[in-house]
C-alpha cells in the first residue's frame, strides 16, 4: 500500500500533563476551536513523567510525531516536572543525533490550562511539519 | 601525605601485593577485604570476600573483569554497612561506577577503604581463561608495562578506549606506571582514611616521581587517542537501516542491562510483564506491518537504555562482554556517552559531590526547549 503524499494523515501520540496542557486541550474543545483530529491523546500526571520508553515506544511501533506538553517554567504543579522533563528532551535529542534518528518528530511545548488557542495552534503547526517530513520510516521495519 | 614504595622480592610482582594486603589484614583495621581472586581451578578470577588472611591468595593485576565489582559492593553495602572497615581492591573504571553508584543511592562506601590499582587493561572472560600465549595472562600484562609489547590485541574494545585507567576517588593506589613491576611498586596515600591503614606497615620513601608522572601523561594521550579514533570511526552507525542491522542479532536475554553497574533498578521495565499482551494482540500487531518478528522489542530495549544510563556510562564495556551474539556495543554506547556526557559537562565517577544532571536542573538553561 502506498500512500500519496497529499493523502498522509500523521498519527501523532500527545503526551499531555493534567494541570495545564491537558486543561489547555479542554479548553480548545469547550470554545469549540478547531484543530487537527492527528493527535491521540494520553493524559500524564506530568511532562517530567513522561519517561523516554513512552516516547521511542511510539516512534518504533510507527507513530510520526509524537506531542510532549507540560506547564510553562516555573509553573509545575509538581514544582520542577518541565525543568526535568527538558532535560530529559536534551538528552533525548542528543541520543537521536548520534543515531542518527528523526528528532524533529518528537515536540516538546508549554501549553498552559488557558492557552486553548496556543494549543490548537501548535497541534497545526506539528500536524503540517510531520506531513512534510512525511511518514515515519521506522514504521517498515519488522525486524527491530 | 606521603607516597610509599613496595619492594618487590624475587621478582614476583602478584606475591608481593599479596603479602601487603595480608599485612593490611592482619592489622585488624579492615575487617574484610574485596579482592580479585583466583579460582581453584585457574580458569578465572572473581571478586572474594576474604576475612582470614591465611586464605588470600590474590591476584590484583589478574587482567579481567567478568563482573563487576561497584556491582558486588554495592550488594554488600545496600541494606546497611558493616561494622568493621572493608578494603576493596578495584580498578579505575569500578571505581568511577562505585562513585555513580553511591550518588544513585545503591552503595554506601563510609566503611570501604578504596585501593585502586593502575589498570592495564582486561581481556574477555575466554580469551583470559585459554590465554595462547606461552605466559599467564598476567605475566603478560604486567611485561606489556615496561617492555614495548602491544596488548591491544588481546584487550576487550572498552580498556582500549579507556578513558582513565588511573585510579581516582581511591583511599590508597597501587601505581605500576613508570615503575618497573618486577622490582617496585608505588604506594599512593590519597586521605586520612589511607593514611591510617597503613599506619605501621613497612613501606619505604619514593625517591622520583619524574618517570611516573611521565608514563601517566603518555598512557592518558595514548588512550584519548584511541578513544576519539574509535568514536570518529564508529560514529557513522547512523540512521534506522544501520540500527537495525547492528542490533539484528540481538536475542533480547537482557545480559548487557543485567551485568551493567550503572543499570541498578530492581525490576527492569522490560523484564516486567508490561511487555507481555493477549494473543490477538500479538496478531494486531502482525496484522499492522503484515509480519513482525520475535522476541521483537530490541530496538526498543536498546534506546531505552540508552536513555536511562548513558549519562552514567562509566565505559567499563561489561555489556559488550556479556553479549551473546557477540553485538559490539561500545560502538555505539562509547560515542552516546561522550556527546551526552559533553551536553551536561559530566564527567561520570570523577566527582563523588557533583549531582548527576538528570536529577539537577537550572531554571534557565535550555530555554529553546520547549518554545520552538
Redesign the interface.
Known amino acids: 500500500m502506498v500512500i500519496k503524499m497529499e493523502d498522509f494523515e500523521p498519527k501523532i501520540v500527545g503526551f499531555l500533563c493534567n494541570w495545564c496542557s491537558y486543561a489547555g486541550a479542554d479548553l480548545a474543545g469547550t470554545s469549540r476551536i478547531q484543530y487537527p483530529p492527528n493527535v491521540r491523546v494520553i493524559k500524564v500526571m506530568c511532562s517530567g513523567s513522561v519517561?523516554?520508553?513512552y516516547i521511542?515506544?511510539a516512534l518504533?511501533e510507527?507513530a510520526d510525531g509524537v506531542f510532549i506538553g507540560?506547564c510553562h517554567?516555573?509553573d509545575c504543579h509538581y514544582l520542577?516536572g518541565?525543568?526535568?522533563a527538558?532535560?530529559?528532551?536534551?538528552?533525548?535529542n542528543?541520543?537521536l543525533?548520534?543515531?542518527?534518528?528523526e528528532k524533529e518528530r518528537i515536540w516538546?511545548?508549554?501549553v498552559s490550562a488557558s492557552e486553548g488557542q496556543k494549543f490548537a495552534d501548535t497541534i497545526k503547526e506539528m500536524t503540517e511539519a510531520i506531513k512534510k517530513l512525511g511518514p515515519n520510516?521506522?514504521?517498515?521495519?519488522?525486524?527491530? | 601525605m606521603t607516597d610509599k614504595i613496595l619492594k618487590v622480592k624475587n621478582g614476583d610482582t602478584v606475591t608481593s601485593v599479596n603479602n601487603f594486603l595480608k599485612d593490611l589484614l592482619k592489622s585488624k583495621k579492615i575487617q574484610a577485604l574485596l579482592v580479585m581472586q583466583e579460582v581453584p581451578s585457574k580458569a578465572i578470577s572473581f571478586p572474594v570476600l576474604i576475612s582470614d588472611s591465611d586464605k588470600l591468595n590474590s591476584n590484583v593485576f589478574a587482567p579481567v573483569l567478568p563482573v563487576s565489582t561497584a556491582s558486588i559492593i554495592s550488594k554488600i553495602t545496600k541494606i546497611d554497612s558493616s561494622s568493621g572497615p572493608i578494603g576493596v581492591v578495584i580498578r579505575a573504571c569500578q571505581i568511577r561506577a562505585l562513585v555513580e553508584l553511591v550518588k544513585l543511592n545503591q552503595a554506601n562506601i563510609d566503611n570501604i577503604i578504596i585501593i585502586g590499582v593502575d589498570c592495564l587493561g582486561t581481556f574477555p572472560v575466554n580469551v583470559y581463561s585459554d590465554f595462547p600465549e606461552k605466559e599467564s595472562p598476567t605475566d603478560f600484562i604486567l611485561n606489556t608495562s615496561k617492555k614495548n609489547i602491544d596488548a591491544n590485541k588481546y584487550l576487550r574494545t572498552a580498556c582500549q578506549n579507556c578513558k582513565v585507567p588511573i585510579p581516582s576517588n581511591a583511599d590508597i593506589v597501587i601505581g605500576l606506571f613508570g615503575l618497573d613491576p618486577k622490582k617496585e611498586l608505588l604506594i599512593q596515600i590519597n586521605s586520612e582514611k589511607g593514611q591510617k591503614l597503613l599506619e605501621g606497615i613497612n613501606l619505604e620513601a619514593v625517591k622520583d616521581t619524574k618517570n611516573r608522572e611521565k608514563a601517566l601523561k603518555d598512557i592518558l594521550l595514548e588512550k584519548n587517542q584511541n578513544r576519539s579514533d574509535f568514536i570518529k570511526e564508529f560514529g557513522k552507525i547512523k540512521g534506522i537501516d544501520a540500527l537495525a542491522k547492528f542490533f539484528d542479532k540481538c536475542i533480547n536475554c537482557h545480559n548487557c542491562m543485567k551485568v551493567c553497574p550503572i543499570c541498578y533498578c530492581k525490576e527492569c521495565l522490560f523484564d516486567s510483564s508490561i511487555f507481555n499482551l493477549e494473543a490477538n494482540k500479538y496478531i494486531g500487531k502482525a496484522e499492522k506491518k503484515g509480519l513482525f518478528k520475535m522476541p521483537n522489542d530490541s530496538l526498543l530495549f536498546h534506546t531505552t537504555r540508552m536513555n536511562h544510563m548513558v549519562v552514567s556510562c562509566i565505559g567499563c564495556g561489561l555489556c559488550e562482554q556479556a553479549c551473546p551474539s557477540d553485538i559490539t556495543l561500545m560502538e555505539i554506547i562509547t560515542p552516546i556517552g561522550e556527546n551526552a556526557q559533553k551536553i551536561f559537562d559530566y564527567s561520570p565517577g570523577s566527582d563523588i559531590e557533583e549531582k548527576i544532571p538528570m536529577v539537577i536542573y537550572k531554571e534557565d538553561e535550555y530555554q529553546e526547549v520547549g518554545e520552538k
Open positions: 519517561d523516554s520508553v521511542l515506544r518504533l510507527g507540560g517554567p516555573g520542577d518541565n525543568y526535568k527538558r532535560r530529559k528532551a536534551v538528552l533525548m542528543s541520543i543525533d548520534t543515531l542518527g534518528l516538546i511545548r508549554w520510516p521506522i514504521a517498515k521495519y519488522w525486524n527491530i
